[in-house]
Structure formats: C-alpha cells, structure tokens
C-alpha cells in the first residue's frame, strides 16, 4: 500500500460522535462509494483526542472529588448541638473528675468524723459520771438522766484501784463492736466507720477511752450502734450535697473558660471548614486570619493557608479541565473536516491527470502534518461555542452538504434519505447547524457499518418542518439503537460508549449549539433504531431586527 493509500485510510475514518450509537426510522436512498477501513487513521488521528479527554476526565473527576460537599454525602450528628459531643462530655468529665475528689476527701472525713463523735460521747459521759460519782452511788433517777444524756446503755469508770458502774439500763446488751479511742490508728478508723455505715442490725458498740478529770484513768461506754449509723449517715449526706454543689460551680467555670478558649475556636474552625467545602472556590469562604498566638491561632493559620492552596489548585484543575475540552472540541471537528478533504483527495488519485497525480502526495502529507498540529494545540481557551450568527437557510440544501461531505448519497451499503421539503428555511447559523447534523450523521452512518450482516436494513432519514415559530428536525436510522444504561450520560462530556475510540464529544457538541440557539436536543424513547430530534425556534422579530 502507497504512503497516500494509508493517508487515505486515515482521513476516511473522521470519528463518530462520541460512540453513541445514531438510529432513525425511514425510505431508502441512494449508494457512494465507502470509506477505506478506519482502524490505522483511529490509531493515529485519535491519540491527541484520547491523551486530551483523559487528561480532562483525570482533571474533572479529582475536582469532583475535592469539590464533593456534605450534601453529597450522608449526614453526620452535629457535635455542636450534641450532648455526646465534646462540650457535653468535658462537662461530664469535669463533674466525674470534682466528685472523684470529694471521695478521697470524703473517706478520713467520714472517719474523723466517728472518731469525734465517739470522743464526744465518752467525754461527756466520763465528765458527768465523775461528777455524779462522788458519793459512790448514783440514785436510778439520776442514772436514767445521766443514760439519756449520753446515748448510752452503761457506763463504768475504771480508777486504776477499782472499777465502777456508774450507770446502767435494764436492755440486754450484745456488745458487737470494740473501740479503744487510745490505739485506734486512720486506717483502722477508716475500715471500722465503713464497717458502721454498712452495718444491719440492732447491736451495740462498746467505747473505751481516757478520763479527762479527777482520778478517773479510763471511761468504758456501751452505745447503740444505731445512733452512730445515723449520725454519720447525716454526715455522708451533707458531704454529698457539698461535694455536688462544688463540682457544679467547680465545673461550670472550668467549661466556660474552656469553651471560650477552646471549643469555640474549633466550632469556627469547623464551619469555616463546611462553608469551603460547599464552595472552594469563592473568595469569601477562606478563613480570616486570626490575631491569636497560641496553639489555636496556628492551626487557623496554617487552614487558611491550605484553603488559599487548595483553591488555586481547584482553580487549575479547573482551568486544566475547560483546556482539555476545548483541545477535544477543536480536534473532534478539525478531523471530520480533514476527514473530508482526505476522501475528496482519494477521489482525484484515480484521474489521469499527471499534474493531479503529481500534487495528491503533497495534500495528503499536507493534511497528515495538520492532523499532527492538533496534537500540539497550545492555545487556552473555554470550552464554549461562539454565539451563533444566525442567518435565514435552506435546510435542504445543508442536509444536502452534509450528505455530501459524509459520502452517504453514493454509500455502496446505507441508503440516505432527505425529507425536506425545498421551502422549508431554518433560522440558524449555518456552520454551527452544519456541525449539528454532521455529529448526527456520522454517528448513525458509523452505527450501521459496524454490523457486517448483509440482510441488515442501513438507512439514514434527515426529515425536517416547519411548527409554529421553528423548525423540528429530526435524523433516524435503523441501526442497533442506544443502550438505557447509556442514554442518562449521553449529553455529558468524555462518555463515549458504543463506539471504541470515541472521546464524547459529537453529542456535547451537537446540544451545545442547539441550546446556543434557544433550542432543544432529545433522543426519542423506545424506537426502532435511534431517533434524535431538534426544534431550533425563530429569533424575536426584535433580535432578528
């Protein structure tokens, strides 16, 4: 094969729109001849679209994912308003942590607190008993007085010579408990009040202690243990409710300093975070900078920083992106326009012509090198079509060209059909509306060739007519039709799918200039084939002035 034949082949292939598959119910038409196979011009002419389109697509999806917000997400408990959040829990851990204090304060407290009691008691008892005794007798009347005084059920004196019992009721007497005021040590004072406060029943504890006057040496009382438990139960309660009012206050102002120094900072810090992830891109949702110079203020220092980072960088992938589509655009059309001066250049290599013969290497070397520019393209610039000029055409004689330059009117094995009628005019920009049925077409022709089956029907209908205030136009083919997993992304850009080594475009592009017009672009559900149809409206008399 000559180095024009693969020229030739190369061109011939201009790629579909997208891969989507094109279909439309009509009559049959007329033959041309067929383009050469398609794969060695895919090889070449496709890789400047593809690098571009993934690079878009890389682009686009990395943006997707920084730019994902929490509405997109699923919804997470607000820890500000949560009493499980952190405000909640230090404010648990504050009380937890005073009360935790209380009890090591409240256990030798308890304990002392038995210890003075029982002091008390002997004290008193040992005083008025001395008193009481000099006479060596008590009368019963006195006795009960002294008995009822005390608390006790018995009381004795010991004055070293002899022992005396100076007082004593007529209740039995079960001795349970022992204390000796003289040897007890803390943690025995502590094991002996836990011991009393736990304790179940009606038994007595007997209390030995000093005497304070006279030749009394040692006091020995016998006390209900009733009377004890319930003091100090009293006791255990009034230390309670102290111990909760302190931890309340103690936490309280713990809680307000660390909520002002602490957790309101960083419920900032998370809002300002939320408003950047809903739009990172805007001036207004960075971070201010802070005037603290603690801990706290180089954290918010250090996001605003990394929101100002990560914002460029957005605005790059950004702009990295737009690029990338346009490079796409601009190559997916350059090469169906290319694709087109290489058949018409395969149609001079058979005439005789030496002076043709002669010049068709240097056009097709011409139209390779434009083909390797593409790839080069540098220049920036949005992804968006230009608005429309919008003039008054003949919508046959553009479905004519476009039949023309595809090669569907002489196609060996599609049959093209044009039902337009020569009156109907459209109002439109006549390249733009060109590029619209070019997409169109290509696609539907390229849907059909892919079936080699020769009893297949492989018809292309462009029907058009005139409804109101527009034109509705509709191309039809009877090729396999889209697939519903398809039809949902088939207007989205980079989603090519029936067609291997589309970048999806050719719809994209098609819908953008039909919407550039005031129109609209549908594929018509559940049809034979595929069916798209377009309604481009008039302009206002007062734009069209």
């Known amino acids: 094969m000559t180095r024009q034949d693969v020229g030739i082949e190369?061109?011939?292939?201009?790629?579909?729109?997208?891969?989507?598959a094109v279909s439309h119910l009509s009559p049959a038409c007329a033959a041309a001849p067929a383009p050469q196979d398609p794969s060695r011009m895919e090889q070449q002419a496709d890789a400047s679209v593809e690098r571009a389109a993934e690079a878009a697509?890389?682009?686009?999806?990395?943006?997707?994912?920084?730019?994902?917000?929490?509405?997109?997400?699923?919804?997470?408990?607000?820890?500000?308003?949560?009493f499980g959040g952190l405000s909640g829990k230090l404010l648990l851990l504050t009380v937890a942590f005073v009360m935790l204090a209380e009890v090591f304060i409240y256990v030798p407290s308890v304990a002392n607190f038995r210890n003075n009691w029982l002091m008390d008691r002997l004290t008193t008892a040992g005083v008025a008993a001395a008193v009481l005794s000099e006479t060596n007798t008590l009368a019963p009347r006195l006795q009960d007085e002294l008995l009822r005084a005390t608390g006790a059920v018995a009381i004795a004196?010991?004055?070293?010579?002899?022992?005396?019992?100076?007082?004593?009721?007529?209740t039995p007497v079960e001795v349970e408990m022992v204390a000796d005021i003289g040897t007890i040590?803390?943690?025995t004072a502590i094991v002996q009040s836990f011991a009393t406060l736990f304790y179940q029943g009606e038994g007595y504890i007997r209390v030995v202690g000093k005497g304070q006057m006279g030749l009394v040496r040692r006091v020995d009382?016998?006390?209900?243990?009733?009377?004890?438990?319930?003091?100090?139960?009293?006791?255990?309660?009034?230390?309670?409710?102290?111990s909760l009012v302190i931890s309340v206050i103690t936490a309280g102002l713990v809680y307000i300093s660390l909520r002002a120094l602490f957790l309101r900072p960083l419920q900032q810090l998370t809002r300002a975070m939320d408003r950047f992830a809903e739009a990172p891109e805007d001036p207004s949702t960075l971070l201010a900078a802070s005037s603290r110079r603690d801990e706290i203020g180089d954290a918010q220092a250090r996001l605003a920083v990394m929101q100002e980072a990560l914002a460029r960088a957005l605005q790059q992938k950004r702009r990295l992106a737009e690029l990338?589509?346009?490079?796409s655009k601009i190559n997916h059309d350059l090469r169906n326009l290319l694709a087109s001066a290489q058949l018409f250049a395969e149609r001079l290599e058979h005439v005789e012509d030496p002076t043709v013969r002669r010049l068709v290497p240097k056009v097709l070397a011409t139209l390779d090198r434009a083909?390797?520019?593409t790839q080069a393209v540098m220049a920036y610039g949005k992804a968006q079509e230009e608005p429309p000029r919008r003039r008054l055409l003949s919508l046959r004689r553009v479905v004519d060209d476009v039949a023309d330059v595809l090669g569907l009117a002489e196609h060996p094995?599609?049959?093209?059909?044009c039902n337009v009628d020569r009156d109907v005019e459209v109002d439109a920009d006549a390249e733009q509306l060109f590029r619209v049925l070019v997409n169109l077409c290509r696609n539907a022709a390229q849907a059909l060739e892919g079936d080699s089956e020769p009893a297949l029907v492989r018809r292309i209908c462009v029907s058009g007519r005139r409804e109101g205030q527009g034109v509705v136009i509709t191309v039809a083919d009877t090729g396999p039709g889209i697939p519903p997993a398809l039809r949902a992304s088939l207007f989205r850009p980079f989603h090519s799918g029936a067609k291997s080594g589309g970048v999806g475009l050719g719809l994209v592009i098609a819908a953008e200039v039909v919407r550039a017009h005031g129109g609209d672009i549908r594929l018509e559900p559940e049809t034979r084939g595929t069916i798209f149809t377009l309604h481009l409206p008039d302009r206002p008399a007062s734009a069209s002035a």
């Open 10 to 20: 190369k061109a011939a292939s201009a790629e579909p729109v997208e891969g989507e």
């Open 57 to 82: 697509k890389a682009a686009g999806s990395q943006g997707a994912r920084r730019l994902e917000t929490p509405k997109e997400q699923e919804p997470a408990p607000d820890p500000h308003h949560s």
């Open 157 to 170: 004196l010991d004055f070293g010579s002899r022992r005396s019992l100076i007082a004593r009721s007529d």
């Open 185 to 187: 040590t803390p943690v």
């Open 221 to 242: 009382i016998v006390l209900p243990i009733r009377v004890l438990q319930g003091d100090m139960l009293s006791f255990s309660w009034r230390i309670l409710g102290l």
């Open 324 to 327: 990338g589509l346009a490079v």
């Open 371 to 373: 083909v390797g520019y």
């Open 413 to 417: 094995v599609i049959t093209f059909e």
